[in-house]
């Protein structure tokens, strides 16, 4: 009796310092691809790395976002494949990992975009890659942390090279495979990296305090926020910041999108 007792406790105290994630109710889902998204409200964080460990992530700098809707999970392929079949493009490879509800990968920041812009064109709604500034906000879920979890990431929380999941290392999971965090987004820590509109800046020296993108002119380079299933846990801290260019196809890579709309209704087409 008494050592279960002690187990019981063990296993409540392994647990404890992670939040108990609630899947917030759907607020829209977009026609076309059947994606699902959730409202964020409208609201002010501290975007960056407080500790200044990581000059990329500095200074930290308060940011103010309007009402927007975001992804609850990473575009998959066959969302992804539909789009491709409606607009005549090539579909992209999936490593032989598998398509379906896997997290679309080896597509460029244009072809991420080109989707967004495909979507508004089929429902009058502003569909975008999210800025950076509101990758990071919804990514956060209302913590101030290194991770929506906390100070560490508990284990099978994510896929990474050392997250405790069977696809450590190996290939993309499923979207949706481990716990949501606060807003009811999956994977925002690991899977693939996610496109963000932002242009790579040094630091955040003058970076806008509005969440828009912040761009430079003719940039060939683009972000990318979250780290990835071959990324060390470490880094996919929520303020961790990647770039490349943005004609890059990598595997470990995907995208999700926001509606930058408080309520989205589509609308109706001639």
């Not at 379906?100 to 080896?106: A, F, L, M, Q, Y």
Request: net charge negative; aromatic share 12%; proline share 7%.
């Amino acid at each position: 009796m008494v050592k279960t007792l002690a187990l019981a406790l063990s296993a409540i105290s392994l647990f404890a310092c992670a939040p108990i994630s609630k899947t917030q109710p759907v607020s829209y889902i977009e026609p076309t691809t059947g994606m699902k998204f959730v409202h964020v409200k409208a609201g002010s964080y501290t975007m960056g790395d407080p500790t200044s460990a990581r000059q990329e992530s500095t200074p930290a700098h308060k940011v103010t976002l309007s009402d927007f809707h975001v992804g609850i999970y990473e575009v998959t392929f066959d969302q992804y494949d539909f789009f491709c079949k409606m607009t005549n493009r090539e579909k992209p490879n999936d490593q032989n990992w598998g398509r379906g509800n896997r997290p679309v990968i080896n597509v460029s920041w244009d072809e991420a975009n080109a989707m967004a812009e495909w979507l508004n064109k089929q429902t009058g709604l502003p569909f975008s890659l999210p800025s950076e500034a509101q990758w990071e906000y919804f990514a956060r879920a209302n913590t101030s942390s290194d991770y929506w979890t906390g100070s560490n990431l508990p284990p099978n929380y994510a896929v990474c090279l050392d997250c405790g999941s069977q696809w450590d290392g190996l290939t993309t999971a499923p979207v949706g495979s481990f716990p949501p965090n606060g807003l009811g987004l999956y994977d925002t820590a690991g899977n693939v990296g996610e496109w963000v509109l932002d242009d790579p800046h040094d630091n955040y020296q003058n970076a806008p305090a509005d969440g828009s993108a912040w761009l430079n002119a003719d940039s060939q380079e683009k972000n990318y926020r979250g780290g990835a299933y071959s990324y060390h846990a470490g880094d996919l801290m929520s303020h961790l910041r990647d770039w490349t260019r943005r004609d890059a196809k990598k595997k470990d890579l995907g995208f999700r999108l926001v509606i930058n709309d408080p309520s989205p209704v589509p609308a109706a087409r001639n």
